[in-house]
């Protein structure tokens, strides 16, 4: 007869360096032409046959545009560095976030709340989006506040995760096989192809 840890094993995020580094590149190259391109447009409309109040407006535009740009980078090179999550495991226990230094949070199975309300499911796409990306949503017990709170499960890295709804799947499944008493969303089963 096989265990739990065999019929549920854990699956670690799989990360894609040719796609973080073209992502991470592309953003660069982004920050670096921005404020370059306004300085040139600002100077070639300074040496334009055009209105001087145009002029002293498309200087302005670019002395502005190029003054974000700096106060952001300053504003990127003070943050405190926070612990960079590397790495995602989901496991018979919930689903954990590393980091270098080792485990940065988890949410784990039994953490997970019925519906504080006596909805209909406790976990659940949220459709109320437009423009993004589908959430998984689920209530989680809030230690500070003592109350149940709906939280969005999000696959946290650094790096872009090319097996991310592998993971959401997995986490699913774990919901259904530890905690039976949990109402998941027939929506949630089909969008992730569980039966």
């Not at 003070?78 to 018979?92: F, G, L, Q």
């Not at 949070?105 to 976990?123: A, I, R």
């Not at 790096?159 to 986490?171: E, M, Q």
Request: glycine letters at 4%.
């Amino acid at each position: 007869m096989e265990s739990e840890k065999d019929q549920f094993p854990a699956i670690e995020s799989k990360i894609s360096k040719g796609w973080t580094l073209a992502v991470k590149t592309v953003f660069s190259i982004f920050a670096v032409l921005t404020p370059l391109m306004t300085i040139m447009m600002a100077w070639l409309t300074v040496d334009s046959k055009i209105k001087i109040e145009l002029k002293i407006l498309m200087v302005l535009l670019a002395i502005i545009v190029t003054a974000l740009f700096v106060w952001l980078l300053i504003v990127k090179i003070k943050e405190k560095p926070s612990s960079k999550i590397i790495r995602t495991v989901v496991d018979r226990a919930g689903i954990h976030y590393y980091s270098n230094q080792g485990l940065v949070k988890t949410v784990q199975y039994s953490q997970l709340m019925p519906h504080p309300e006596n909805g209909k499911y406790d976990v659940f796409i949220n459709l109320d989006q437009t423009d993004t990306n589908m959430d998984l949503c689920y209530y989680l017990s809030d230690e500070q506040s003592d109350k149940v709170v709906i939280k969005a499960l999000s696959i946290e890295a650094e790096s872009v995760i090319t097996n991310g709804n592998s993971l959401r799947k997995h986490f699913i499944k774990g919901i259904a096989f530890f905690r039976p008493d949990l109402k998941i969303s027939p929506g949630v089963l089909d969008l992730y192809k569980i039966k």
